[in-house]
């Protein structure tokens, strides 16, 4: 039996015998990242602060209190009559304010809480961003790995091969041409194979920092592996699903709803606002005043009222203000469309992308088929004369050129197949969940 013709199953044996102890599956590298990754974090950090922020606005609707207190000493001379006063004054007071019309505060509380509804969804956006960067990262990983296995692998095959070419040299069944062939053939593999190793190391770093792990092992997908299909098999319900939940879109959405307040706050400035005052004070004078010196006298003072203030002129800045802000309206309704356009794009290159890497997936798997069958051919070929070295070292490379570029198509179908969810904004870590179902399991 060929030994060729047993590599994918040595090779998916060999993956789960040689499994690290403490190997991560995918889910495990995204909780890591979670609770490292600044970005994320920022986002986070970012929701909290727009939250305090929202709190702030609610204070312009609430009601505000004062203390206030003092101690003054004076001395006074009058010269007629004659007076020579010398005492000291003691005053404290309470006062109180609650607005009962200020329209302007309303739609500053109205923004506010707008406000997190944007940092809700920048957060999203990060979370989604994060789930994609980790399985970008796991998956170049794995690529790595089975570039390199398959590259250890070539490199047996040709060393078998090179051997097997000084053997007939050396009885003179072959000449020198088939031996300096694989020789160079062998050559090129050791160069292929330092690259990959480097390459591997490379990724594994750009792993470790992302999850904040060292020395990280991901698993690999178990074999056979089905690829999840792709639903619904409509573009146009995948744009459509974009256009309504893409944090992107959302965060579009509220700056042009808070670019409308921030119009009709302008529009107050033209408005009165009144105000509920109360106060209560208390002046006292241990040693009288002028008036009444060596009196000790203290003065208790109660007040409630209504403050009313409009405004009349204030040399044209609402006006001007009015006419900025609906500039800046139109201009989000602007980024809103741009918005839209730009993910209903991003879906649709989204989808179009994981359906071609499907078709890629079966048209490679029905080419890993067709070079093992030529290779087997070539090698038949080469034992009986009517094919030489160099055919079969060809053959050789071309099925592991093959089964390389499969194993990365399919984790691109994989990777691609989370991008879509996030250009649609409906990715989450139920979808990642379910790529990690894939995975060889302990």
Known sequence: MNPLRLLPLSLALGAVFCTPVHAQSLLQLVDAARGYDTVWQAAKLQLDAASSRAEQARAGLLPSVGLSAGVSRANTEVTRPPVDFSGSAQNVGLSASQPLYRPANRINFQQGQRGIDVARAQLEAATQDLLVRVSQAYFDVLA????????????????????????????????????????????LVIAQEIAAENDLRVKKLALDQLVGITGTQPVALAQPVQLPSVQPDDVAAWVQTAQDQQPGVRQAQIALDIARLETRKAGTGHLPTVDLQAGYNIARNPNGTVTTPGMNSRTNNASVGVALNLPLFAGFAVQNRIKETLALEEKAQADLETTRRNVA??????????????????????????????????????????????????????????????????????????????????????????????????
């Open 144 to 187: 790595a790995q089975d570039t390199l296995t398959f590259v250890q692998a070539q490199k047996a095959a040709v060393s078998e091969q090179l051997a097997s070419a000084k053997r007939n040299f050396e009885v003179g069944t072959s000449t020198v041409t088939d031996s300096r062939e694989a020789q160079a053939r062998y050559d």
């Open 345 to 442: 794009q991003a879906t649709r290159a989204a989808f179009f992308g994981v359906q071609s890497g499907q078709g890629q997936v079966r048209a490679l798997e029905a080419a890993e088929a067709s070079s093992q069958s030529a290779l087997d051919a070539n090698k038949l070929g080469y034992q009986v004369g009517v094919r030489i070295n160099i055919d079969v070292l060809n053959a050789q490379s071309q099925l592991f050129q093959t089964k390389r570029d499969l194993a990365q198509a399919r984790y691109n179908v994989l990777l691609g197949t989370l991008k879509l969810r996030q250009a649609a904004g409906s990715l989450s870590e139920d979808d990642v969940a379910a790529i990690n179902r894939l995975l060889l399991q302990p």
